[in-house]
């Protein structure tokens, strides 16, 4: 029996080769090979991406000669101006993807759920920090005679996450004793 030119002979254990070989890599890849960080694997690998190719542009954009030399008129450089840009890409990233492992780690992690407003928390104080360091340059010009207004306006915006967080932690706390008293409470009435 030929087919396709090949003798059955040879051809047959090489199909039974391959089809063996199929079944155990589809039986392996639906495991995944992260484990069980394999649901915020998406999130976390678009996030770090995101954040080595912006890494790597603005390495490439400062190596340009002559990027360094003020901008006629004014105390700011093309590689300032470029390096903010980057930056407020950079800050986005962090906080969207951020927010993203954030919640596909709650998603994924029932017991974990109440740690996912530090995760998201961290994530927004990095993107403040980001944020803070590439305006630094820019700004600090502007701030000669108080330059103490600048971080502290930066510090002033930290301060509502926190204060966020800490509200939804607390609120957390007490809505799992209160509701655990509660229906104590309601099953002594019974």
């Known amino acids: 029996m030929r ?19 199929k079944e155990m890599t589809d039986s392996t890849s639906n495991k ?19 954040v080595i190719v912006l890494v790597i542009l603005e390495a490439v954009i400062l190596g ?13 450089s093309v590689a300032n101006i470029a390096v903010f840009m980057i930056g407020l890409i950079v800050c986005f ?6 927010t993203q492992l954030a919640n596909a780690a ?4 029932k017991s974990y759920r109440a740690w996912t407003p530090l995760l998201a928390y961290f994530f927004q ?8 360091a590439v305006t630094n340059p ?14 502290l306006i930066f510090l002033l915006i930290a301060l509502i996450p926190t204060l966020k967080v800490v509200v939804n932690i607390v609120h957390g706390l007490e809505g799992g004793s209160s509701s655990s008293s509660t229906k104590h409470a309601q099953s002594q009435n019974y």
């Open 64 to 76: 340009f000669p002559g990027i360094g030399y003020n901008i006629t008129g004014t105390q700011l």
């Open 106 to 109: 709650s998603d994924a992690y």
């Open 32 to 50: 995944g090979t992260w484990g069980a960080f394999t649901p915020v694997m998406p999130a976390f690998v678009r996030l770090v991406a995101g």
């Open 3 to 21: 087919s396709l030119g090949f003798d059955s002979r040879i051809s047959s254990p090489l199909r039974l080769d391959f089809q063996v070989s």
């Open 93 to 98: 990233i962090v906080l969207k993807f951020g």
């Open 138 to 151: 820019i700004a600090q010009p502007y701030f000669t005679s108080q330059p103490w207004a600048f971080p």
């Open 125 to 132: 104080i990095v993107a403040i920090g980001i944020l803070y």
